[in-house]
């Protein structure tokens, strides 16, 4: 049976010690989707939003906060991150967005991929709020991670948004 890896020896929890293990070449994909309504959405395909484009802007937020995930996230370590791409693509209705992460490490790369689509989801909120306070920040999920001690890893089915 798998155990949780960030427990130590009782019950305190522990950052995984990664220096015995190997470097190799990880990469992680993530999926989320930010719901807006139908007003709002044509404004922003528009581009006319108050503060900007809110797709370019959680592009760079995606990026940027992938590049910080050991400060969101306690236990993660900081890594190497080789590259990040995050796009956030107009939907019928809302904002579908995906982030692809390497890197040369020891450990994975999924919660960088996972933290890119929340902050660009969350950026997507933050830049529209002012049009629809209903937006909803859904379907947040790994789509594939390849690399690492535990194999290769690919999502069987996608949620429709």
């Not at 528009?46 to 484009?53: H, L, N």
């Not at 370019?56 to 080789?82: N, Q, V």
Request: aromatic fraction near 4%.
């Amino acid at each position: 049976m798998k155990r949780l890896s960030h427990f130590g020896k009782g019950a305190e929890v522990a950052m995984v010690d990664v220096s015995a293990k190997a470097t190799t070449v990880r990469k992680a994909t993530a999926h989320g989707f930010v719901r807006i309504g139908r007003a709002a959405l044509e404004q922003v395909r528009q581009r006319k939003t108050p503060k900007g484009d809110p797709l370019e802007i959680a592009r760079i937020a995606g990026i940027a906060a992938a590049k910080r995930t050991s400060d969101w996230i306690p236990l993660c370590h900081p890594l190497p991150i080789t590259h990040i791409d995050v796009t956030a693509r107009l939907c019928q209705n809302g904002v579908e967005i995906t982030s692809s992460v390497s890197a040369a490490a020891q450990t994975g790369v999924e919660m960088e991929a996972l933290v890119a689509v929340t902050a660009a989801a969350l950026t997507v909120y933050d830049m529209c709020k002012a049009l629809d306070k209903s937006i909803e920040i859904m379907d947040i999920y790994l789509l594939e991670k390849t690399g690492g001690k535990s194999g290769d890893y690919r999502r069987k089915t996608r949620v429709k948004a």
